[in-house]
């Protein structure tokens, strides 16, 4: 059985992690629903939950574990009850997410992800701006995104749809699949394997379900289609890791709509967009009205969309308001209002010297 946890990824960066715990198990968590959890063990699967001493340590909820987690338990057997979670292995990549009502706490979704697929479907799903979100969360996770473009059975325009993509992807792989025939996802198989592991990202009803259960070889996942105002159902509210018959493991991560953008990785999702402001005249070139602004001058001549541009700067300001209350939003606003003239303190006393010598005069 420790060659099955091998297959899904214990490699000897974790062995050696575990090596400093020698009175406890190595196990993977596989599935969460809740304060519980199953995790795959050298003996098999065993329930699980966290120790009071986990608890108690954590300060913020990316500290409690999460399905992709490696752990240390006090046992690798079900017996006498659950097993205890005692430590969480260091992880070597994650989806986060900001918690429901926190302005800065934040909560693992899946962790030790090798590649993420980011999903979209070739027909009512399909949005440019949406995958430039995608690959923002992706990359910030720490893995490798690759786009996986759905329902190509759906699609009548493919070339051009890939040619407007290409804008965006910024040398990311680009696959597409279909759901129709046996060998319609075989181009996602080259990123699967022994030791690898895959989430994928993507709205709820773009495939990702039926995607899954065709690599399984079964219906594992429940799946439904995009509703008619195309945000989806949600069909997936557990998170669980499967293991492939040929090898490594895949993530079903919620929808998007779990998951946040406060620290999306904007440098290597608008790669092109940084290249261009660093050839602008002013190092702090907002790109909207400085002289000699290589982003605008690309915009007119036509090399960089507007929408894309316009996307960017929605999704940094965004980032920055997201989690936080309305007042907080109010005070990051002012912030932002008054950051030129050195903050909102050095502007009161600009406008009272201003005052005074409007008195005098």
């Given at each position: ?219 594992a996942l429940k799946t439904r289609g995009l509703r008619n105002d195309d945000r989806g159902w949600h069909a997936t509210t557990r998170r ?122």
């Open positions: 059985m420790k060659k099955e946890l091998e297959n899904i990824g214990l490699d000897r960066r974790f062995l050696a992690e575990a090596s400093l715990y020698p009175d406890l198990y190595v196990g993977r968590v596989i599935s969460q629903y809740k304060d519980l959890y199953k995790a795959m063990t050298e003996n098999g699967d065993v329930a699980a939950e966290i120790s009071g001493k986990v608890r108690f340590d954590a300060e913020t909820l990316s500290d409690y574990p999460a399905v992709g987690d490696f752990v240390m338990l006090d046992r690798n057997e079900n017996s006498g009850g659950n097993a205890i979670i005692r430590h969480v292995l260091t992880r070597k990549s994650a989806f986060i997410r900001r918690a429901a009502g926190t302005a800065k706490g934040e909560q693992v979704v899946a962790a030790n992800i090798d590649t993420v697929f980011c999903c979209m479907s070739l027909n009512n799903d399909y949005n440019l701006r949406r995958m430039e979100r995608y690959l923002g969360v992706a990359w910030d996770s720490g893995a490798v995104p690759v786009i996986v473009l759905t329902k190509a059975d759906l699609c009548d325009d493919l070339p051009q749809k890939l040619e407007e993509l290409d804008a965006v992807a910024c040398g990311v792989d680009v696959l597409v699949t279909s759901s129709l025939t046996e060998d319609g996802c075989a181009s996602v198989r080259k990123y699967l394997g022994r030791g690898r592991t895959v989430a994928l990202l993507g709205s709820s009803g773009v495939g990702k379900s039926t995607l899954i259960n065709r690599l399984l070889g079964h219906d669980d890791l499967y293991i492939l018959p040929d090898g490594g493991a895949v993530i079903d991560t919620p929808g998007m709509r779990e998951l946040g953008i406060e620290s999306a990785d904007f440098a290597k999702a608008f790669a092109d967009i940084d290249a261009l402001a660093a050839q602008c005249k002013f190092h702090d070139c907002t790109h909207t009205g400085e002289p000699h602004c290589a982003v605008q001058q690309a915009i007119s001549d036509g090399l960089l969309s507007a929408k894309r541009f316009s996307n960017y700067q929605k999704l940094k300001k965004e980032a920055r308001y997201e989690g936080l209350n309305s007042r907080q939003i109010e005070a990051e606003k002012i912030a932002t209002m008054f950051a030129e003239v050195g903050g909102i303190k050095n502007a009161r006393r600009f406008a009272k010297e201003n005052n005074r010598r409007k008195r005098g005069m």
